[in-house]
């Protein structure tokens, strides 16, 4: 746990008696961002307007990331539409929120909106439009933009640009097509290349396509635990126990460390972190006491722990033990518990949220009638009355 007690930019002004200008503003923005701080992002919102600086382009550009990242694209949009003068940044910020949010053919709309006013998209541009298309399983629109980059603008896509055009194919399940995008591509292929198909490939189950992927990526980085999670989790899905020993072997050989996983959520200006199986928290019994109260309820609703998740071959009621104590599941029951009633509760994760947690979030939001934002490795997912904004394409 840490504390977000006040904005950088007031601690300057206490202390050395200095006027915080827009150049602070810009600096301190993104670290809300990054930490899901909304509160205090308002705190230097409203700043912002008693300080006259709205008319910043750069300033409001901050403002609508800094929105959109802390899960309000509503309001993002409304910091946007009241801009009195935008550039391609500003536009960049509020396509690449709407793309991590999932609205992927709002993203399009407003690039269309963009090419009207006669600003020139840059390479940024086109990584918003292609992850808004990813997000929203749009292939044809995604392919269509990525090859206009080169015939309408003159841009050269980057392995940026490429890896999300592999994402964009590997999520809709064009696991081949994909590949060959990665084989005859002008660029040499990096790691997050082969990861986009190596993540595709465990969707939707391709063991054969995916020990490919994972060659080159152990070749390019064989000391990113991730990707040998990945592969992992693609043989415990099918079964083969002993290929996960072996991958387990593998990385205690070359002492690959995986990386833990947190989630965090901020009440009353404090962030609290959790870890899985966290249980140093003071409030830890009462948290546990009522993520047991929310799964019974969820289990009465219909709600079936998804059990191959877990890359131990161990009894089930082990495995739900452990899929239980997942960091966020405790962090949104720590939110659930010291906030009132119908308040939204904003949870950051740093990896990707597991499938598990995805339906048991669907769950709680309709058993504690809440709203459960949660920001994830990859976008945003809207949880509300048992269901999630992204529609189970994630």
Same mark, same amino acid.
């Given at each position: 746990?840490?504390?977000?007690?006040?904005?950088?930019?007031?601690?300057?002004?206490?202390?050395?008696?200095?006027?915080?200008?827009?150049?602070?503003?810009?600096?301190?923005?993104?670290?809300?961002?990054?930490?899901?701080?909304?509160?205090?992002?308002?705190?230097?919102?409203?700043?912002?307007?008693?300080?006259?600086?709205?008319?910043?382009?750069?300033?409001?550009?901050?403002?609508?990331?800094?929105?959109?990242?802390?899960?309000?694209?509503?309001?993002?949009?409304?910091?946007?539409?009241?801009?009195?003068?935008?550039?391609?940044?500003?536009?960049?910020?509020?396509?690449?929120?709407?793309?991590?949010?999932?609205?992927?053919?709002?993203?399009?709309?407003?690039?269309?909106?963009?090419?009207?006013?006669?600003?020139?998209?840059?390479?940024?541009?086109?990584?918003?439009?292609?992850?808004?298309?990813?997000?929203?399983?749009?292939?044809?629109?995604?392919?269509?933009?990525?090859?206009?980059?080169?015939?309408?603008?003159?841009?050269?896509?980057?392995?940026?640009?490429?890896?999300?055009?592999?994402?964009?194919?590997?999520?809709?399940?064009?696991?081949?097509?994909?590949?060959?995008?990665?084989?005859?591509?002008?660029?040499?292929?990096?790691?997050?290349?082969?990861?986009?198909?190596?993540?595709?490939?465990?969707?939707?189950?391709?063991?054969?396509?995916?020990?490919?992927?994972?060659?080159?990526?152990?070749?390019?980085?064989?000391?990113?635990?991730?990707?040998?999670?990945?592969?992992?989790? +693609?043989?415990?899905? &099918? $079964? /083969?126990?002993?290929? *996960?020993?072996?991958?387990?072997?593998?990385?205690?050989? !070359?002492?690959?460390?995986?990386?833990?996983?947190?989630?965090?959520?901020?009440?009353?200006?404090?962030?609290?972190?959790?870890?899985?199986?966290?249980?140093?928290?003071?409030?830890?019994?009462?948290?546990?006491?009522?993520?047991?109260?929310?799964?019974?309820?969820?289990?009465?609703?219909?709600?079936?722990?998804?059990?191959?998740?877990?890359?131990?071959?161990?009894?089930?009621?082990?495995?739900?033990?452990?899929?239980?104590?997942?960091?966020?599941?405790?962090?949104?029951?720590?939110?659930?518990?010291?906030?009132?009633?119908?308040?939204?509760?904003?949870?950051?994760?740093?990896?990707?949220?597991?499938?598990?947690?995805?339906?048991?979030?669907?769950? +709680?939001?309709?058993? &504690? $009638? /809440?709203?459960?934002? *949660?920001?994830?490795?990859?976008?945003?997912?809207?949880? !509300?009355?048992?269901?999630?904004?992204?529609?189970?394409?994630?």
């Amino acid at each position: 746990m840490f504390y977000l007690r006040v904005p950088l930019y007031w601690l300057y002004n206490k202390v050395h008696n200095i006027k915080p200008n827009a150049i602070t503003v810009v600096s301190a923005l993104p670290v809300c961002a990054d930490l899901l701080a909304l509160e205090q992002g308002k705190q230097i919102h409203g700043y912002v307007i008693r300080s006259g600086f709205e008319s910043d382009f750069v300033v409001g550009s901050g403002l609508v990331d800094m929105y959109a990242k802390c899960g309000h694209i509503g309001i993002a949009r409304q910091v946007f539409d009241k801009m009195p003068t935008r550039n391609v940044v500003s536009w960049n910020a509020m396509i690449l929120g709407y793309g991590i949010h999932g609205h992927g053919k709002v993203a399009l709309t407003l690039f269309s909106q963009l090419q009207q006013t006669g600003t020139k998209p840059d390479h940024i541009t086109f990584i918003g439009i292609l992850t808004a298309c990813s997000h929203a399983g749009l292939v044809d629109e995604g392919w269509h933009y990525f090859k206009c980059m080169r015939s309408d603008y003159g841009l050269e896509p980057k392995l940026e640009h490429y890896a999300c055009l592999v994402d964009l194919l590997g999520r809709a399940g064009h696991l081949d097509e994909a590949h060959d995008i990665i084989k005859k591509m002008p660029l040499k292929p990096d790691s997050v290349m082969w990861g986009a198909l190596l993540g595709a490939c465990k969707i939707h189950s391709n063991i054969e396509l995916g020990e490919q992927a994972a060659k080159h990526i152990f070749q390019l980085e064989p000391n990113n635990a991730g990707y040998y999670l990945l592969l992992s989790n +693609i043989y415990a899905k &099918a $079964g /083969r126990w002993e290929d *996960v020993a072996k991958l387990r072997t593998i990385m205690r050989e !070359k002492e690959v460390k995986k990386q833990p996983g947190y989630s965090f959520i901020e009440v009353n200006k404090e962030v609290h972190t959790f870890l899985v199986g966290d249980r140093s928290h003071p409030q830890s019994e009462k948290i546990y006491a009522v993520l047991e109260t929310l799964h019974g309820k969820m289990k009465e609703a219909g709600y079936v722990p998804n059990t191959n998740l877990v890359l131990q071959d161990v009894e089930e009621n082990r495995k739900e033990e452990r899929l239980c104590n997942h960091s966020e599941k405790l962090a949104i029951a720590f939110g659930v518990m010291n906030t009132s009633p119908g308040t939204t509760i904003r949870i950051m994760k740093n990896l990707r949220v597991c499938n598990d947690c995805h339906i048991a979030t669907k769950f +709680i939001s309709k058993v &504690a $009638g /809440r709203e459960i934002i *949660v920001r994830d490795k990859n976008r945003f997912h809207h949880f !509300k009355d048992g269901l999630c904004s992204c529609r189970d394409y994630w």
